[in-house]
């Protein structure tokens, strides 16, 4: 969501819906580790948590007026760090030995070009639909 805010200039409306729905995911993301604290370690909720804080960033970023695209870079590197040792920690947690997948994520082939194209192709379609 906040990844399409900061990749290219959307209407208004747009921006409101993604917003709404970056907020909602956090508020999933907060259910979630409220289960996560009765169930795993310390260490697994500490590494959730910066989890949580590292993807503050990028949303801090996309809520601008105008959204400062110049720390999308940053913010997702963050994330992909943060993300790739919550899943170590979980992985250690749970004994598990192959590590395959949860690290790296800068490496994984990027969905956000499609994503950018699939609003393009909307935005195309509302605007032949307007006229």
């Known amino acids: 969501m906040c990844h399409t805010i900061l990749a ?3 209407p208004e409306p747009e921006v409101y819906r993604l917003r709404e729905a970056a907020i909602a995911a956090h508020d999933n993301e907060a259910a979630t580790l409220t289960r996560l604290r009765l169930l795993a370690s310390a260490e ?3 590494r959730a948590r910066a ?3 590292a993807e503050w960033h990028l ?3 996309c809520f601008c007026d105008p959204p400062r695209t110049a720390d ?3 913010a997702s590197e963050y ?3 943060a993300r790739g040792n919550f899943l170590e920690s979980a992985r250690d947690e749970l004994d598990l030995d192959e590590t395959i997948g949860t690290g790296r994520f800068d490496r994984a082939h990027n969905w956000r070009d499609f994503r950018i194209k699939m609003n393009q ?3 195309n379609s509302d ?3 307007a006229r």
């Open 8 to 10: 290219e200039p959307l």
């Open 72 to 74: 999308k870079e940053k």
């Open 121 to 123: 192709y909307k935005n």
């Open 44 to 46: 697994v909720v500490d």
């Open 79 to 81: 994330i992909r760090e």
């Open 59 to 61: 949303a801090n970023a």
């Open 127 to 129: 605007n032949e639909l």
């Open 51 to 53: 989890l949580i804080d």
